[in-house]
């Protein structure tokens, strides 16, 4: 049996909605490498959700005038519609305010405390003067004590990467309202991540084939760990379950501490609500399988560090030793894979400051192949990238619709028009075998560059697929073999294959426009599934919510190169993309104009 695969994907804030920054560091390549490990025949479980808890969504609310789970509602609608437009095939998208999810990160939480890794301490904690509400060390920024960066967050600096406590920051502000914090006494529960120094060094010193953006701001981390707090003075989050603390109206759960727990959460939920309760442990217990983590750099820390220490506490394996907790031994991520960000004009993708391009208006007016496309072959995969429209009008115009779209339809025109379907190959001559075999090596190539997450790389070999067939077109000319029939029709059929065998890689890029050319191929049925929304009921309570899922086994689309068949009649296509004018690379549309 192929090798079990889980996906986990970065839980998108649901205090707005997402714009093509958040999409580039998690949604797009999570997918990308989902359905490419689905066509290679490997069991997948792809999960994540809607972050729904801590203090910015209490702001939010305040701010829209209503309650925390009115927010909630809201914003989990509005990205489970983004993310199911763009295609990605989770099998469960949930969200953290279930009572599965509670029960989950109570169940963790129980068992690292019972292993010795959560200790109690007083600290100074921030607090907004004006309201009383407490702020995450994520929502106040100052000057780096370190390395004097005037950017530096409450719990870390991303310039030198060390952990920070708010009260060191120097000239301390509110990210919320600019105001001075104060600061005052507060008994919290930590992560005593001191306690995993050798396991989590040992762990990171294996991983020699993660990007190195990713290890090497790991490993530096490592040298000098503190505890960090793992709940809140907040009244909107998972409850602690200890005494004194359960019922403590102002004692959470800190929202990154829950969140990270969510992917064995919706794991769970997905393994309950397919009436098989265990079939979750497939993906989280077997040794031989593999997990995947996908999210911006912004979020290495928790994932490459944090997430794996929590999991170390929980079986028993952190420095102090211990036992496995309820849900056995968890394995640790297999790779972190971590995206830089997507800039527009040099600046960071930022709703606070008018700098974003919503998903929503993007995928009305383009629809979503023409964005996953961009994203992974000219995203951040290991640099910061900066978005403009005239680059994404180029690519567009010139490999989607010249190259691509193009070869699609003369080829399958000129059959048409001339055997209204597959034509019959006589004699391959060496220029056809040359073209046949590059396409079918390319399964090699594309596939290995995508099992390794190298989206950019993988999307650059199948295009050059694609521009090695235009090319044999553009030598052969077959509209001009008018009295050489067996050799137009060969160099049709060679032409066609390579069209059937380009589709294919190209399907975890451009899925939708994929299942478009297998029906102009003659094809019927499902080429590549795409992800539906269902209203389900909470498993745990008497409430209802959106989730996204789909049938994904089902589609037909394999990583291999098959046979077109001989005779099948074909279909007229109609342009796969359409043609953007040049001036949108000069103004930008008119929701999300070019500011100069």
């Not at 998690?26 to 689905?38: E, I, N, T």
């Not at 894979?337 to 700098?355: D, H």
């Not at 961009?374 to 990238?385: L, M, R, Y």
Request: some cysteine; charged content about 25%.
């Amino acid at each position: 049996m192929s090798t079990p695969v889980l996906a986990a994907v970065a839980w998108p804030y649901a205090n707005g909605p997402r714009h093509i920054g958040h999409v580039s560091g998690f949604g797009v390549p999570s997918d990308l490498f989902a359905r490419y490990m689905r066509m290679s025949g490997h069991p997948v479980l792809m999960v994540s959700g809607s972050d729904e808890h801590g203090t910015p969504i209490a702001v939010q609310a305040e701010k829209e005038g209503v309650s925390p789970r009115e927010l909630v509602d809201k914003y989990h609608g509005v990205i489970t519609e983004d993310m199911r437009g763009l295609g990605v095939t989770y099998d469960l998208f949930t969200r953290t305010t279930t009572g599965n999810h509670y029960k989950v990160v109570q169940e963790l939480f129980l068992s690292l405390y019972k292993n010795g890794y959560v200790i109690a301490k007083t600290e100074m904690g921030a607090i907004s003067p004006s309201t009383g509400r407490t702020l995450p060390d994520r929502f106040i920024e100052g000057t780096c004590p370190i390395c004097g960066y005037d950017g530096a967050r409450g719990d870390q600096c991303d310039n030198c990467g060390n952990q920070l406590d708010p009260i060191e920051l120097k000239n301390p502000k509110s990210r919320i309202n600019g105001e001075t914090p104060k600061f005052v006494e507060t008994e919290h529960l930590f992560l005593d991540l001191p306690a995993f120094t050798n396991s989590i060094g040992a762990y990171l010193g294996s991983k020699s084939d993660w990007r190195p953006n990713v290890v090497n701001f790991t490993k530096n981390l490592v040298k000098d760990l503190r505890p960090r707090a793992i709940t809140r003075d907040i009244d909107w989050g998972v409850p602690v379950p200890l005494d004194g603390w359960r019922d403590a109206p102002l004692k959470r759960f800190y929202v990154w501490f829950d969140a990270v727990i969510g992917y064995l959460s919706a794991s769970v939920e997905w393994a309950r609500r397919s009436g098989e309760p265990d079939a979750w442990q497939q993906f989280w217990t077997d040794p031989s399988s593999e997990s995947y983590y996908f999210m911006g750099k912004d979020n290495i820390v928790f994932h490459a560090l944090i997430w794996p220490a929590l999991l170390q506490g929980q079986n028993g394996a952190g420095d102090k030793g211990g036992e496995p907790g309820s849900f056995g031994t968890l394995n640790l991520p297999t790779e972190v894979v971590s995206s830089e960000y997507l800039t527009m004009s040099g600046s960071k993708f930022s709703s606070s400051r008018g700098q974003v391009i919503y998903v929503q208006d993007f995928l009305r007016e383009f629809g979503p192949d023409m964005l996953r496309y961009f994203i992974s072959v000219a995203g951040p995969e290991n640099q910061d990238t900066d978005f403009t429209w005239d680059e994404f009008v180029r690519r567009s115009n010139f490999e989607l619709a010249n190259e691509w779209g193009n070869l699609v339809n003369r080829s399958i025109n000129l059959a048409v028009k001339n055997n209204g379907g597959v034509p019959k190959p006589t004699a391959i001559q060496p220029a056809d075998q040359e073209l046949l075999n590059t396409a079918k090596a390319a399964f090699d190539t594309v596939g290995g560059h995508l099992r390794r997450n190298r989206f950019k790389q993988g999307a650059t070999e199948a295009m050059r697929v694609v521009g090695a067939a235009n090319k044999y077109l553009s030598d052969q000319e077959p509209w001009k073999l008018k009295e050489d029939t067996d050799r137009r029709d060969t160099v049709l059929y060679t032409a066609l294959q390579v069209v059937k065998d380009a589709n294919t890689l190209l399907t975890p890029f451009l899925p939708h426009a994929a299942q478009k050319v297998h029906e102009a191929l003659g094809g019927t049925g499902v080429w590549a599934s795409q992800p539906e929304i269902r209203e389900v009921t909470d498993l745990d309570r008497d409430e209802k919510y959106p989730i996204i899922t789909g049938a994904y086994a089902a589609e037909q689309a394999k990583w291999e190169s098959t046979p077109i068949e001989v005779g099948k009649p074909l279909v007229k296509p109609t342009p796969l993309f359409p043609k953007l004018e040049p001036s949108l690379g000069e103004t930008g549309p008119e929701w999300a104009p070019i500011v100069k």
